[in-house]
């Protein structure tokens, strides 16, 4: 309602603070795990890397998630699906592509008939977490590089 | 009993049959025609000297002139294994009849047989693609499949950069 | 409620009877729905879509839908050298990739007619039997998650986390490992690894029972799992179910034991059977105590190849694998491999070239999956989550 209408001013600089912190320390995304990268992110939400801690709780429906995780190979069959839960997720949200398949396409680029590229060619991309599968540690920096990425934004600009 | 004990049992089962034994490397391969297939299975099934109850795998394969099935059978209670081909010229469809009704297991196999390679199998109660979508072009694991560059508005390409080597990739 | 009770499904009835009894029941009472699980789903353990068409609570059918992870194995492998596969085989079933890598390498090893030496086959055992334990951890975890309990979870993550660390102090990776060559090994052990391995056999004694304490004979567990799904013996081996799938159904029937390889014929283990203790053979929870049983007996395995390690003096892991894979011996093999989900068969053709004709996987998942459509009818929606939890399939394999 609020985004866009005004220039940035110092009311809104402290409002960002506020909002921004509050949407970066409660990052739920949504259970996205295809392939090999989710056994990782499930390695990661238990009790080792704990993710909880960061206040990252996944969810299993679109309606109630900001984040969406892709782990994993996304397929042509699966892309068109992907878009639909993207679409279904509120706004503001945003997109981590976990691993070289998601990111590029992984092992697959050459010869796979089936495989999307990157999963930036059907849905915009936030952060790229490089590896496959990417180790606990990289998915967890992956998660703090976008709550940098969302302490940056102003609700004076819509989200880009 | 070897394989080539298995396919003389067979032969003075079903003489009319026209089975064929060829050579290969490390066992040897018995040939079948498409029109004996169910009646072979049935023989190799139920007999009790062979008792083939388990079809261990079914695979399509593609030759430089045919394009056959692979079946891999295996006997539980006698502990012997038979490879079994059945096919035909790869220019016309390739129609084999279905052994789902005698293996259960090969109902799915079938079907990504039919998916990977585009051989019909007769009397299928389901034949569908499995594996790639239901729209999808052609057959991919044939020589000469051509991938295509997009499907429902998802492109499939590989992106920028230009391509990374002749004759490899999409 | 009590409509349901007024149909009595018989246990043991066939689809089609099934069918006609919630026919019949339809017309007085009401229509079916049609219920989309998937692909996108907590519970169904990757990318599956199953269409149910139910009556109420009740399932009347149930149709499986592959192909969203589908990954182009079987292509892949035709445009690549023989041992640039060995890290796509890592990737069907990810959860335990040293089997993987272990059923394609012996493949072409009986085909390319390659001896290794007992040291790399007793290593190999040892990797092989601990991915599989590490396997039927990720199993229990997430079927005890599907039921609805989140502690298990927990603790099994746990257990593995000490087993993917040994994997990493080995070859540098945690869940894909690429680490069974053709020929050989990619790189012997590291000073002090058996040493660790030992370290952890200690702390896994008590460990079971500490997850049989919490999960298997749980109360609600058992209630949930018992009499449910049953799958008798002849079906299993009809649609080919293999692995703990198959032991569940009280059929004994085990690669290891049946058509050794790698030197498991010399390995004192015993193979647990499905025996109906909490309600029928073959149903759920017979599959899922197998798998735990299983652990046990991969660590009697361990113990005994790690004590074979330390006595066996080193040498080289490298020393079969062939100078180049430019020429090979033409042919093709089917060989198959006990893997931690069912029998993991590889079918290679070979024309000679650096490169195969065509590679087909096997996979023991496929097959488990195609069971659905016949043992689903009859059962609640929630039954089919167990369902699907017990027959373990992960969709790698399925879609390859």
Redo the contacts between chains.
């Keep these: 309602m609020i985004e866009g209408r005004f220039g940035p001013n110092i009311i809104i600089t402290s409002a960002d603070r506020v909002i921004n912190w509050a949407r970066s320390r409660s990052l739920w995304p949504l259970t996205f795990g295809l392939a090999c990268c989710a056994i990782e992110m499930m390695a990661t939400n238990a009790s080792r890397f704990d993710l909880d801690r960061f206040g990252i709780f996944p969810r299993p429906t679109p309606r109630q998630s900001d984040c969406l995780l892709v782990s994993g190979t996304v397929t042509?069959?699966m892309?068109?699906r992907l878009?639909r839960l993207y679409e279904q997720m509120a706004e503001p949200k945003w997109v981590i592509s976990m691993g070289a398949c998601a990111n590029?396409?992984g092992p697959y680029?050459?010869?796979g008939?089936?495989?999307?590229?990157?999963v930036d060619?059907?849905i915009p991309v936030d952060v790229y977490i490089p590896g496959c599968p990417p180790r606990p540690e990289a998915l967890i920096d992956g998660f703090l590089r976008l709550r940098e990425k969302i302490m940056r934004e102003t609700i004076a600009r819509k989200q880009a | 009993m070897t394989i080539p004990e298995i396919h003389t049992y067979l032969r003075e089962k079903l003489p009319g049959a026209g089975l064929e034994l060829v050579e290969?490397?490390?066992?040897p391969v018995i040939r079948v025609p498409a029109e004996a297939m169910i009646e072979v299975a049935g023989v190799l099934r139920d007999d009790s000297e062979l008792h083939f109850?388990?079809?261990?795998?079914l695979?399509g394969?593609?030759t430089a002139e045919e394009m056959l099935v692979?079946y891999?059978l295996y006997s539980?209670r006698h502990?012997h294994k038979c490879?079994l081909k059945c096919g035909g010229p790869k220019g016309d469809q390739v129609v084999v009849p279905t052994v789902c009704r005698i293996?259960?297991?090969a109902?799915?196999?079938e079907r990504e047989a039919f998916d990977?390679f585009g051989i019909r199998f007769e009397g299928h109660p389901d034949p569908r693609?499995?594996?790639?979508?239901d729209d999808w072009e052609g057959h991919?694991?044939r020589k000469d499949?051509v991938?295509?560059e997009k499907?429902?508005d998802?492109?499939?390409?590989?992106?920028g950069y230009g391509r990374?080597?002749e004759g490899?990739?999409? | 409620m009590s409509e349901l009770k007024e149909l009595d499904i018989p246990l043991g009835a066939s689809p089609e009877k099934i069918s006609r009894l919630l026919a019949d029941f339809e017309d007085v009472h009401g229509e079916r729905l049609m219920v989309q699980m998937g692909p996108q789903h907590p519970a169904t353990h990757g990318v599956l879509r199953v269409e149910l068409v139910t009556d109420g609570e009740m399932i009347a059918e149930a149709k499986p839908h592959?192909?969203y992870l589908?990954r182009?194995f079987?292509?892949v492998c035709?445009?690549l050298t023989w041992p640039q596969i060995v890290p796509y085989t890592d990737r069907l079933d990810y959860c335990s990739s040293m089997n993987n890598n272990l059923g394609f390498v012996l493949a072409c090893e009986?085909?390319f007619g390659i001896e290794v030496s007992e040291r790399v086959q007793t290593i190999r055992v040892l990797v092989a039997e601990l991915n599989r334990i590490a396997n039927h951890f990720i199993v229990i975890g997430t079927y005890g998650l599907d039921i609805g309990a989140w502690t298990p979870f927990l603790y099994v993550m746990q257990e593995r986390e000490h087993i993917l660390d040994l994997f990493d102090r080995l070859c540098g990776g945690r869940l894909l490992l690429n680490y069974i060559w053709i020929g050989g090994l990619s790189h012997d052990l590291p000073e002090g690894w058996l040493r660790q391995v030992r370290d952890y056999l200690d702390y896994m004694k008590g460990k079971i029972k500490e997850i049989n304490d919490l999960l298997s004979y749980n109360k609600i567990f058992i209630e949930r799992l018992a009499n449910v799904a049953v799958i008798p013996a002849e079906v299993c081996?009809?649609?080919?179910l293999t692995g703990p799938n198959l032991r569940g159904s009280g059929v004994k029937?085990d690669l290891r034991k049946?058509e050794p390889y790698s030197g498991y014929e010399t390995y004192d283990f015993e193979i647990p059977v499905g025996r109906g203790e909490v309600g029928t053979v073959g149903d759920c929870f017979d599959r899922y105590m197998v798998r735990v049983r299983e652990i046990e007996q991969s660590l009697r395995i361990i113990e005994q190849a790690v004590a074979r390690l330390e006595k066996m003096p080193r040498d080289d892991v490298k020393a079969a694998i062939p100078k180049r894979f430019t020429k090979v011996?033409?042919?093709?093999?089917?060989f198959?491999t006990e893997h931690s989900k069912g029998?993991l068969?590889f079918?290679i053709?070979s024309n000679g070239k650096a490169k195969p004709w065509?590679v087909?996987c096997?996979a023991p998942s496929?097959?488990s999956?195609?069971v659905i459509p016949?043992v689903a009818p009859g059962l609640l929606i929630a039954d089919m989550v167990a369902l699907i939890g017990s027959i373990d399939i992960v969709l790698g394999e399925v879609?390859?």
């Design positions: 042509a069959k892309g068109e878009v590029s396409g680029y050459e010869h008939y089936h495989v999307v590229k990157g060619q059907i | 290969a490397h490390p066992d109850e388990c079809l261990m795998c695979s394969l593609e692979v891999h539980m502990g490879t293996w259960p297991t109902e799915w196999h990977l693609r499995i594996l790639c979508p991919p694991l499949y991938p295509q499907w429902h998802i492109p499939l390409t590989q992106r990374s080597r490899g990739g999409l | 592959i192909g589908h182009c079987e292509k035709e445009n009986k085909l081996i009809q649609y080919g029937w049946n011996p033409e042919g093709e093999v089917y198959r029998e068969g079918y053709v065509r087909k096997r496929f097959s999956l195609s016949k879609d390859r």
